[in-house]
């Protein structure tokens, strides 16, 4: 199995393994005991953690049914993933799409 592929089924599991019984979703009390138990980086949890895991909630529930389901969720995933990189990387902020590439990113010319 490729590092993808773990790294894929791990974050399924993970969203299985803390929604509630008898569940394909989660509610919030089973968002935020996921996010105090599965966040525990120092980089992400003084952040996460210390921000207002209800707003966060609030605006992953696109469809605003009290719950996280499995495409909301990986909503989520994609946002941890997108902060990551730009902190270990210290790229990928806004502007920069295509700029590599000759596009009008961050510090590309106008004509």
């Known amino acids: 199995m490729g590092e993808l592929d773990q790294v894929i089924e791990q974050c399924v599991e993970i969203f299985v393994k803390n929604c509630g019984e008898d569940s394909d979703c989660l509610n919030a009390k089973e968002f935020k005991g996921m996010m105090e138990k599965e966040v525990t980086a120092s980089n992400y ?8 895991l209800t707003e966060a909630f609030d605006r992953l529930d696109k469809n605003k049914d009290e719950e996280i389901n499995i495409q909301e969720y990986s909503r989520l995933i994609s946002i941890l993933i997108k902060a990551y990189y730009r902190k270990k990387y210290n790229r990928g902020g806004k ?5 590599k590439r000759g596009g009008k990113g961050e510090g590309a010319e106008e004509d």
Not at 45 to 52: I, R, T
Not at 95 to 99: E, L, N, P, Q, V
Request: glycine share 38%; net charge positive; no cysteine.
């Open 95 to 99: 502007g920069g799409r295509g700029a």
């Open 45 to 52: 949890k003084g952040k996460l953690l210390k921000g207002d």
